[in-house]
Nanobody
Framework: QLPLVESGGGLVQDGGSLRLSCTHS????????VGWFRQAPGRDSEGVSF???????YYADSVKGRFIISRDSAKNMVYLEMNNLKVEDSGIYHC?????????????????????WGQGTQVTVSS
């Protein structure tokens, strides 16, 4: 089972921006509910942004107004644009996908609902 592939992480200063990308080499992400999760040392994994198969988007309160999740169907990509980054946004960001989640049913914060995961990309925000 091939994993999702993330890219775009890096080191950025407080207040800066990054755009993360998520793709898969075989299946079409348009048909999947995709979520971005982050894991910081000593903290539980946190779901931050979600997009369903009808491109409805959902956000955790901690990132609302700063992060934007979107799709590019032609490139089979899901993006997470992160603006006004804060030190507490640092962590490993994983994308996750699940085909069985019905569109329009809201955010899915539980990692257990997703069958497909990427290896993650590191985001570090310095003060």
């Amino acid at each position: 089972q091939l994993p999702l592939v993330e890219s775009g992480g890096g080191l950025v200063q407080d207040g800066g921006s990054l755009r993360l990308s998520c793709t898969h080499s075989i299946f079409t992400l348009d048909y999947y509910y995709v979520g971005w999760f982050r894991q910081a040392p000593g903290r539980d994994s946190e779901g931050v942004s979600f997009i369903d198969s009808q491109s409805n988007t959902y956000y955790a309160d901690s990132v609302k107004g700063r992060f934007i999740i979107s799709r590019d169907s032609a490139k089979n990509m899901v993006y997470l644009e992160m603006n006004n980054l804060k030190v507490e946004d640092s962590g490993i960001y994983h994308c996750a996908a699940e085909r069985g989640i019905v569109a329009g049913t809201g955010p899915r914060f539980s990692a257990a609902e997703y069958d497909y995961w990427g290896q993650g990309t590191q985001v570090t925000v310095s003060s």
